[in-house]
């Protein structure tokens, strides 16, 4: 099972940019699908949204609010995956997880939804806001 330690979060002004980073340990990344969710002021963990997440064989998924703003990838040698997400919104505010999914293929069917996603990072707080 891996272990998922998330950096990056800050305050960013409306428009602005930052680059999450999800490290992962405890095995290397080929046999999972890596998911970035956010959980927004004030909703509880159940209710955490599918950002984007990334599949061994380098298929993504996107929420559509995101679609555009956001790329998800993968250093493999650091065993790392990112989040960069451009012209940052206020509803892009929240705390952001990743987590893990054994699994080598990222879509649609599976990427929203937390259940399918059993191992868990600690969070990075996100505030957009002028």
């Known amino acids: 099972q891996l272990q998922l330690v998330e950096s990056g979060g800050d305050l960013v002004h409306p428009g602005g940019s930052l680059r999450l980073s999800c490290t992962a340990s405890?095995?290397?990344?080929?046999?999972?699908?890596i998911g970035w969710f956010r959980q927004a002021p004030g909703k509880g963990s159940e209710e955490r949204e599918g950002?984007?997440?990334?599949?061994?064989?380098?298929?993504?998924y996107y929420r559509d609010s995101v679609k555009g703003r956001a790329t998800i990838s993968v250093d493999r040698a650091k065993n790392t995956v990112y989040l960069q997400m451009n012209n940052v919104q206020s509803a892009d505010t929240g705390v952001y997880y990743c987590?893990?999914?054994?699994?080598?293929?990222?879509?649609?069917?599976?990427?929203?939804?937390?259940?399918?996603?059993?191992?868990w990072g600690q969070g990075t707080q996100v505030t957009v806001s002028s």
């Open positions: 950002v984007s997440c990334i599949g061994s064989r380098g298929t993504t």
């Open positions: 405890g095995s290397t990344l080929v046999d999972y699908v």
């Open positions: 987590a893990s999914m054994r699994s080598r293929f990222a879509d649609a069917r599976v990427c929203p939804n937390w259940k399918n996603f059993n191992s």
